[in-house]
């Protein structure tokens, strides 16, 4: 760990010392890391640090390596840095995030420091789940797009989500169902037109979910794409 990382985390913290505990993910296409830190001296014991710098090149696992999908990365990670900055504390228990602690930004670097939600009762991420997860994630998701109904996404995606149409014309393009690529922008003008717009999530996948020990509460992980 770099010294002035470390610094920054002791800082925010006011912890007396930390340990990198461990790497839990390295972030897509090689753009940085997701690590663990032990605190000591400090009321947190531990807090998760999403750290992204970015590479000269990346390499895209499926080929979308193309300089659009790259600035779609950048600004994807201005906008969570944003996110846990401005709105991450407007949600409650019903629809539980990391606590932000700092944000930071420079030339190629983005840095998330935010509470640790395996420290704060939600240590368990599922590969496969029941309808009862399900059902517990969709309760979250319910509760997220109540809390933000109406709000303007003020320095987020204008339009939220993983997959959204207008940044995405390379796959549009590579797209071989005819009848779902020629039904495209009739969906996208359905969803657009909704009188009901809110913030939703963007990639609200299994994988972005930690489930407390007894799977009756959620929280959320993973905010490159609200809007």
Known sequence: MSHSLSSQILNVTRARSIIKLEDIQSLWSGYGVISRYKLEGCQASQVIVKHVKLPEKSQHPR??????????????????????????????????VPKCLDTASSEGEFLIIMEDLAAEGFPIVKESAKLTDMHTCLGWLANFHAKFMGHAPDSLWKTGTYWHLDTRPDELEALEDQALKSAASRIDFALASSPYQTFVHGDAKLANFCFSEDGKSVAAVDFQYVG
């Not at 300089?67 to 228990?93: G, M, N, P, T």
């Open 63 to 96: 080929g979308w390596n193309t300089q659009r999908s790259h600035q779609r990365k950048i600004y994807s990670y201005q906008v969570e840095c944003a996110w846990y900055r401005d709105f991450s504390a407007l949600c409650d228990e019903s629809s539980r």
